[in-house]
């Protein structure tokens, strides 16, 4: 059973600072691409941070130099830093693990920045 479960989500001031993890069991992590989406209301989900089996990474250009995604293999663990957080980073977070054609996704975690 293929298991991606999320902690660290909650509400924050903006220009605040939180960090999400996602926990993986039921898959070789190392093998796996791991990334965060989200999705805010009224919007489409989208990919916010990725990174690949190998350690490459790609951003959104509206996170760029504000998030960074990082991952543990030997705790199957993949992180988000987000820093200087804006009303606009709003959204469900959803932790994603990619090896074709496997596609698995977390439950989503609420990330809130008020203003």
């Known amino acids: 059973q293929v298991q991606l479960v999320e902690s660290g989500g909650g509400l924050v001031q903006p220009g605040g600072s939180l960090r999400l993890s996602c926990a993986a069991s039921g898959i070789i992590f190392k093998i796996y691409a791991m990334a965060w989406y989200r999705q805010a209301p009224g919007k489409q989900r989208e990919l916010v941070a990725r990174?690949?089996?190998?350690?490459?990474?790609n951003y959104a250009d509206s996170v760029k130099g504000r998030f960074t995604i990082s991952r543990d293999n030997a705790k199957n663990t993949v992180y988000l830093q987000m820093n200087s957080l804006k009303p606009e980073d709003t959204a469900v977070y959803y932790c994603?693990?990619?090896?074709?054609?496997?596609?698995?996704w977390g439950q989503g975690t609420q990330v809130t920045v008020s203003s």
């Open positions: 994603n693990a990619h090896w074709r054609p496997n596609n698995y």
């Open positions: 990174m690949t089996s190998d350690g490459n990474t």
